[in-house]
């Protein structure tokens, strides 16, 4: 596809189980960033990947958290035994590398209930 | 400190004024800042990039940088009332990590 494409959508689930979130960014694009949005609320980074380089994890809330690129194309953001603190809209965004235009994804709603 | 701050706002002007959103940044090593707005329920899309201090202009849209004062700010001229969004500043840092503002909600009243 042409842009950033994130699924699922939404995902409804229940305190304490895994969940696996996917980006699957722009074809040729290096960098790939995941946001947090809480409602109301700005951007939390999380991680950064960019080309063949060690990701930047030093925003993960916790050891709960993890992220891998498989082949420097699609990510999967990993969130292991949810809390609802972690409801939140997870924004995957791919950039050509260096100092360019981010363009994000429509984004995955979690809600854990 | 936060590393990027705004003024969460809401802002709201008349239609046809011009809106000034505010920006200040921790890190004296970034090096590109930019400007992203965001609807409601959406996600957010690029309207200003700004490297080198100074004005940059790009049609009802004008970036401000001063790097001396690790500011950068964004003026909306004439504002329409599809105007009304989350504007979000970002810097690319020194680690090179792009950090967002927590976004100034403006809205242009009819």
């Known amino acids: 596809g042409a842009g950033v494409s994130q699924s699922p959508s939404n995902k409804v689930t229940e305190k304490g189980k895994d969940v696996e979130l996917r980006c699957d960014p722009i074809s040729g694009h290096t960098a790939l960033y995941w946001y947090r949005q809480s409602l109301g609320q700005g951007l939390e980074f999380l991680i950064y990947f960019q080309g063949n380089s060690a990701p930047d994890k030093s925003g993960l809330p916790s050891d709960r958290f993890s992220a891998e690129r498989t082949g420097g194309s699609v990510s999967t953001l990993t969130i292991q035994r949810t809390q609802q603190e972690d409801s939140a809209v997870y924004l995957c965004?791919?950039?050509?590398?260096?100092?360019?235009?981010?363009?994000f994804g429509q984004g995955t709603r979690l809600t854990v209930v | 400190q936060k590393e990027v701050e705004q003024n969460s706002g809401p802002l709201s002007v008349p239609e046809g004024a011009i809106a000034s959103l505010n920006c200040t940044y921790s890190d004296r090593g970034s090096q590109s800042f930019f400007w992203y707005r965001q609807y409601s329920g959406k996600s957010p899309e690029l309207i200003m990039f700004i490297y080198s201090n100074g004005d940059k202009e790009d049609g009802r849209f004008t970036a401000q940088l001063n790097k001396a004062s690790q500011y950068v700010s964004l003026l909306i001229r004439d504002s329409q009332p599809s105007d009304s969004a989350t504007y979000l500043c970002a810097v690319t840092g020194s680690a090179r990590q792009l950090t967002f503002g927590s976004g100034t909600q403006l809205t242009v009243l009819p």
């Open positions: 965004a791919s950039l050509t590398g260096g100092d360019t235009e981010a363009f």
